[in-house]
């Protein structure tokens, strides 16, 4: 079956600091990947995708790249700032109108 | 411009006794989710509507029922709550077609705030 597996938490990092939050999956032929994210006391909000391998997702100055050689799709930023902290899921979805399957969560504090 | 409204924001209930969570979206999303989220399991499947007049269940069912009253809403019912359904739950709501490909190409759940149950 589908399923995702991230890098468990929490993580905590000074501002400025390089984030990686590790994301592998498993799924038969080419799924959809995606990056949300919670901010403490909201619902999740989509912060990238990626539909193909080799393709990068970008926003807020996150990215994440799908690789589909080593089936993973990391999530990474250069300089983390306090207002990053935050939940971050990492989801797959692979085909029909089945709902996406989400990883646990990985939580990021970042201390000022 | 309201996107996914859940209510109650919070609730307490004690053992056995039942109650509904209401969520709307207006968003004219054919596509309605609800989750649990829990410390260290992460986001949950309970049930999920494909579109209006479908519903199936997702990872947890067990203990839920869902009702898809019409193309916005879509409520979840606790007919005998237990502790063990202590959570935070979500609604979600997305785009979707006929088209396998079409969620790839959007890929987008809204989700509305969140729901706090406790069960004493």
């Known amino acids: 079956g589908n399923s995702v597996t991230q890098m468990e938490g929490p993580v905590t990092l000074s501002e400025e600091a390089f984030l990686t939050i590790n994301c592998t999956y498993t799924?038969?032929?080419?799924?959809?990947l995606f990056w949300y994210v919670q901010y403490p006391g909201e619902g999740l909000q989509l912060l990238l995708k990626?539909?193909?391998?080799?393709d990068k997702g970008s926003n807020k100055g996150f990215e994440a790249t799908y690789r589909k050689e080593t089936t993973s799709f990391h999530l990474e930023k250069g300089s983390v700032q306090v207002s990053d902290s935050a939940v971050y899921f990492c989801?797959?979805?692979?085909?029909?109108?089945?709902?996406?399957?989400f990883g646990k969560g990985t939580r990021l504090s970042v201390i000022a | 411009n309201a996107g996914v409204t859940q209510t109650p924001k919070f609730q307490v209930l004690k053992t056995g006794q039942s109650m509904t969570l209401q969520c709307a979206q207006d968003?004219?999303?054919?596509?309605m989710y609800w989750y649990r989220q829990d410390p260290g399991m992460g986001l949950r499947l309970i049930y999920y509507s494909a579109s209006e007049g479908t519903t199936d269940k997702g990872e947890v069912p067990n203990g839920y029922n869902v009702s898809r009253l019409n193309k916005r809403e879509f409520s979840l019912r606790l007919e005998s709550a237990a502790p063990s359904q202590t959570s935070v739950y979500f609604c979600?709501?997305?785009?979707?077609?006929?088209?396998?490909?079409?969620?790839?190409?959007?890929?987008?759940?809204?989700f509305g705030e969140g729901s706090r149950l406790t069960v004493l």
């Open positions: 979600a709501s997305s785009e979707s077609g006929s088209s396998p490909h079409f969620f790839a190409n959007t890929g987008e759940l809204f």
């Open positions: 989801a797959l979805w692979n085909s029909g109108n089945t709902p996406l399957v």
């Open positions: 990626a539909t193909k391998a080799d």
């Open positions: 968003m004219n999303h054919n596509s």
């Open positions: 799924a038969t032929g080419y799924p959809s």
